[in-house]
């Protein structure tokens, strides 16, 4: 009696099986690979954000300063400014006021020198304004945000920039 060998009606089904588990494995190492890089987006716009409301509250400290050694309507007058670009390239400021006595209009150019200095080496490409509106003055700055919303600054914020304001 001669044995016949038994005809395999799977055949191949393995090889499918792998295929599709290969598959579903891709698709879910891409969907988490796209969430990392979301996270990693966020965590960036969150640096970003605390570093500019760190130097807001640090030009917010010195313009107080500004108005404790000069007067308060000195402040209105000396730090308005419209918004400018902070050059990347800029060099630290002179420390004339830092060594030798100034009046209110050299101490308020020296305290914006420093302060776009600083900011040129956090966040470059920023821009920045000082506005007096009233008694109070409006700190504002804006960095480069890809996709960036900021529908919600009805115009005071440049395209395509996220932005941070403060208040004094």
């Known amino acids: 009696m001669a044995r016949i060998a038994p005809t395999h009606k799977q055949g191949g089904l393995a090889l499918l099986d792998a295929l599709l588990a290969l598959s579903i494995v891709s698709i879910s190492l891409l969907g988490v690979q796209q969430l990392i890089a979301l996270r990693l987006q966020q965590t960036s716009q969150q640096i970003h954000r605390s570093q500019a409301m760190l130097l ?5 400290q010195r313009i107080r300063i500004h108005t404790w050694r000069f007067g308060s309507p000195s402040a209105h007058q000396q730090f308005a400014s419209p918004l400018n670009l902070v050059s990347s390239t800029g060099s630290a400021p002179a420390s004339a006021c830092k060594a030798n006595a100034c009046n209110a209009t050299a101490f308020a150019a020296w305290t914006i020198a420093q302060w776009h200095f600083t900011i040129s080496q ?3 490409q920023a821009q920045t304004s ?3 509106q009233g008694h ?5 700055l804006a960095w480069p945000q890809p996709g960036a919303n ?4 009805q115009g005071i914020c440049p395209p395509r920039h996220q932005c941070e ?3 004094l």
């Not at 807001?56 to 917010?60: H, I, P």
């Not at 109070?136 to 504002?140: G, I, M, N, V």
């Open 165 to 167: 304001v403060l208040w």
């Open 56 to 60: 807001l509250d640090d030009m917010a």
């Open 136 to 140: 109070r003055l409006r700190l504002l």
């Open 150 to 153: 900021n529908y919600s600054w």
């Open 122 to 124: 956090t966040l470059p």
């Open 130 to 132: 000082i506005t007096a």
